[in-house]
């Protein structure tokens, strides 16, 4: 055996390749994954196990953290959200006088939000359930500047994203808040590849569906109690670790299988919840009488998901448009045309301003990619096209 074969030996991959097919789908493999337990031993900074799912003491943590444990503590969590139960809860990691604030800031939003009127989409929600304000991070820093910063200087936020993502991150942030009766969601995984439907996600390799994971982290903050019949998120602890979850979701032998056996945490007001977006999870229904459940729902995104250079694809495609049109009429097969759209195009429908550019019908908005393939598809003029890209990069403006 050569010595480049015997170094392949003692090498895992480190992520899987290939292609995954939703027809490669087992519940027996997630059942294999979800005998793994969450041992508390393992964990020498978490306080307790709830359900599987790793409780720490904001006030324990942050007394480690001022010893020097910082580094310990946070390949700690990393590796309970990679290898053990892909989800954490910090107790008290909010002061209630600090979300009171938040919330009245974010009750001025909605109330001039719905006065303005305008349809209303959410990801998974039915349009109109609930109340979430789009890209609220923004929208609070404007409107209270000094509740943001006594917010979001939050070390516990900073801890679970610096842990995951490394420094320079990037916080997005959706309050939804949920009305009595509000139903809850089907089973899901999150950004990116779980805002695709399983047929998109499975155009991409097996790498990527590993890869997918590590680039977000998704947290919520708890804005008032939220007993279990106010309906908190619904979790399968492990499930993270399924390499075919973003294409097993959609199968109803795994959505009946998550509806029977998954797991529900009360939290406390100025709880955080940190958990992997690969995490199978879904809200649930508000079965109270008298509960509005309000939580701040955190995506931290990776500072790596950006392009080295700036280009104006806007400006690509309008200069291309009319020669993807006399390449078509010239012969040029479809799918040799549509390389060069994928080229000059932007097919990817995030960042967008999510007021403006709603994801009414669907999980996502459409992409200027699909602009310029609808419009190939019916030939039509460029001058048309330009108006319609157009309008579409100004729904992607924050204000």
């Known amino acids: ?50 359900q599987g799912v790793l409780i720490y003491s904001a ?49 001025r939003i909605i109330k001039q939000e719905k006065e303005s009127g305008g349809p209303k989409g959410d990801h998974f929600g039915e349009p109109g359930a609930n109340d979430r304000v789009w890209n609220a991070l923004e929208k609070l820093a404007v409107a209270d500047p000094e509740a943001f910063v006594d917010y979001y200087s939050n070390d516990l936020v900073a801890l679970g994203a610096r842990a995951w993502l490394g420094p320079a991150y990037q916080i997005t942030v959706q309050p939804n808040v949920v009305r009595p009766g509000g139903k809850g969601q089907t089973v899901h995984r999150d950004y990116h590849l779980g805002f695709m439907d399983s047929g998109q996600a499975a155009r991409f390799p097996a790498h990527v569906h590993a890869l997918s994971s590590v680039l977000t982290l998704q947290g919520a903050v708890a804005h008032v109690d939220m007993p279990v019949e106010s309906g908190p998120t619904l979790y399968l602890p492990h499930s993270q670790k399924y390499t075919h979850g973003y294409l097993a979701y959609w199968i109803p032998e795994f959505q009946d299988y998550f509806v029977a056996n998954h797991i529900q945490l009360p939290l406390t007001k100025g709880d955080l919840v940190w958990f992997n977006p690969a995490l199978m999870h879904a809200a649930g229904t508000n079965v109270s009488a008298d509960i509005q459940r309000m939580a701040n729902l955190l995506q931290v995104s990776s500072a790596f998901g950006r392009a080295m250079e700036s280009v104006d694809r806007e400006r690509v495609v309008n200069a291309v448009y ?18 060069a759209v994928a080229a000059s195009a932007e097919g990817y429908a995030f960042p967008s301003n999510l007021d403006r550019d709603q994801p009414v019908g669907g999980m996502a908005p459409p992409t200027q990619s699909d602009l310029v393939h609808a419009a190939l598809d019916t030939r039509e003029t460029p001058e048309s096209l330009r108006d319609r890209l157009a309008h579409q990069a100004w729904t992607k403006l924050s204000h």
């Open 1 to 50: 055996m050569s010595a480049l074969a015997q170094a392949a030996t003692r090498r895992t991959p480190a992520f899987p390749v290939g292609t995954l097919h939703a027809g490669d789908c087992r519940l027996a493999d997630l059942l294999e994954i979800l005998q793994d337990t969450t041992d508390l031993a393992d964990y020498p900074h978490a306080t307790a196990v709830e």
């Open 59 to 107: 006030d324990a943590v942050r007394a480690s953290l001022a010893d020097g444990a910082g580094d310990d503590i946070e390949a700690e969590l990393a590796r309970a959200w990679s290898q053990g139960p892909g989800i954490i809860v910090f107790t008290g990691a909010f002061e209630s006088e600090i979300i009171d604030r938040v919330n009245a800031a974010y009750d």
């Open 322 to 339: 009319p020669a993807l049109l006399a390449a078509l009429d010239g012969g040029m097969p479809r799918p040799l045309v549509d390389n």
